[in-house]
């Protein structure tokens, strides 16, 4: 009953238009008195612990991080540096794209931020260079959802905030799942466009390449600073975020000279607009998280999947189909911050590595970004591409086939996870 009334209230609510982290509170405080304990105290005090969180501390800094990115010419350079390597084969912008997500992916851990930033740059060359606008902008949303997979993440972060995980192990084991996510979509960028006629780049020189690395290698020096330093033990996740921004900033200022004074407002402001929205949901879910936990809400579903319990592999399924259904309907932070509490134990008491799960648990919300009604990276890609929906789900659904495959290869072999995690760490 306890499951009803706290599911129940929380649709009830989200249906009335209420935003989410108001409808977590209030479907934990529906969950309180059902339970016969409410206590504004307790609320309160959850809400502060919820937040008072030294590794949520992670999220403002790459949020500030990728905006000083943004703004300091440094998503320029990098997709320049992809056009030296590759805008001159058949389909080029297109591999310019998932070169671009990939590296974007390991700058700024937003789907949403990677999918406007690399959606505004190329869309418009894709267009005027004869690609089909619909699955040009179908490929740029496809590719955007790498960012939460590969470090730095922060769904990985309120994951493993929220599920007591090692950050640094989820960041290590979202390296190769994210770049099995790229090659999938090179993969089939390739069959698509094997036989367009689109305008071609002209061949960079060797002298022009080299150039262009040497524009792009503050850029891409970065994702080698963070992983390289959590994969050495030099800082934790949340002093990476730190290194990243005050990285960030140095070279919007001192390196690519983008950067001025009068930026820094509104760059501070958004960041900490963007902050706020996250933290308040992390506060919210934490009286949520408490509440299921108080009301055994874990056992009543472990019952319910009892059959499956000593069959991993079934478990992982019928887990994963749960998760592709709610995400189709709530985006990717509620949806992380609600069913962390709730399944992670389920996976624990199986067996399952907690990192490991975390990795598919965020690669299946992810792909939730990218259906329809909810869907926040199709949502942006949409504005960013100027056509609708429906346009976009024509464009998309060959590459969104493809990370389905992907998600299902890590599901049937753990060890594409669990292997080079070893290795990582």
């Not at 090179?186 to 150039?211: D, G, H, N």
């Not at 509620?334 to 008491?349: A, D, F, G, K, S």
Request: aromatic letters at 8%; one cysteine or more; charged letters at 10%.
């Amino acid at each position: 009953m306890a499951l009803v009334v706290f599911v129940g209230s929380l649709l009830g609510v989200m249906a009335l238009g209420t935003p989410i982290a108001f409808a977590l509170l209030i479907s934990g405080i529906a969950l309180m008195m059902h339970l016969g304990i409410f206590d504004s105290q307790i609320v309160s005090q959850n809400l502060i612990s919820g937040a008072d969180n030294f590794p949520l501390m992670a999220i403002p800094f790459f949020i500030l991080a990728g905006e000083l990115m943004n703004r300091g010419g440094i998503s320029d350079k990098i997709i320049n540096f992809a056009l030296a390597l590759v805008g001159h084969i058949r389909g080029g912008l297109g591999y310019v794209a998932i070169i671009g997500a990939v590296l974007f992916a390991g700058l700024s851990g937003s789907a949403v931020a990677d999918t406007a930033a690399l959606g505004a740059i190329l869309i418009p060359m894709m267009v005027n260079a004869g690609y089909d606008r619909n699955r040009s902008t179908g490929l740029i949303a496809a590719g955007g959802i790498i960012a939460p997979v590969i470090p730095p993440s922060i769904p990985l972060i309120l994951f493993g905030v929220t599920g007591g995980v090692s950050i640094t192990k989820l960041f290590m084991a979202g390296i190769v799942p994210g770049l099995m996510i790229g090659i999938g979509l090179a993969v089939t960028w390739w069959y698509i466009s094997r036989k367009e006629t689109t305008q071609l780049y002209p061949r960079r020189s060797f002298k022009e390449i080299l150039i262009a690395i040497k524009d792009a290698f503050w850029a891409l020096l970065l994702p080698v600073i963070i992983i390289g330093g959590l994969r050495g033990g030099v800082f934790t996740p949340t002093e990476a975020a730190v290194v990243a921004a005050a990285y960030a900033l140095f070279v919007g200022f001192v390196i690519y000279r983008k950067l001025k004074i009068k930026d820094l407002h509104a760059i501070f402001a958004i960041s900490a607009k963007t902050s706020s929205i996250v933290m308040f949901l992390a506060a919210a879910a934490m009286v949520s998280a408490w509440l299921i936990t108080v009301a055994n809400i874990p056992e009543v579903l472990s019952d319910w999947l009892s059959p499956f319990m000593d069959h991993p592999l079934l478990l992982m399924i019928m887990i994963n189909i749960i998760v592709l259904i709610v995400g189709t309907a709530m985006d990717l932070t509620p949806t992380v911050l609600i069913l962390t509490p709730v399944l992670l134990p389920i996976v624990i008491e199986a067996g399952i590595d907690p990192v490991y799960f975390g990795i598919i648990f965020i690669l299946n919300n992810c792909i939730g970004l990218l259906t329809p009604p909810v869907g926040t990276v199709l949502n942006v890609a949409c504005g960013v591409g100027k056509i609708g929906m429906e346009d976009i789900m024509k464009g998309i659904w060959p590459f969104l086939l493809v990370e389905v495959v992907v998600l299902i290869l890590l599901i049937l072999f753990p060890q594409l996870v669990l292997v080079p995690l070893g290795w990582l760490t």
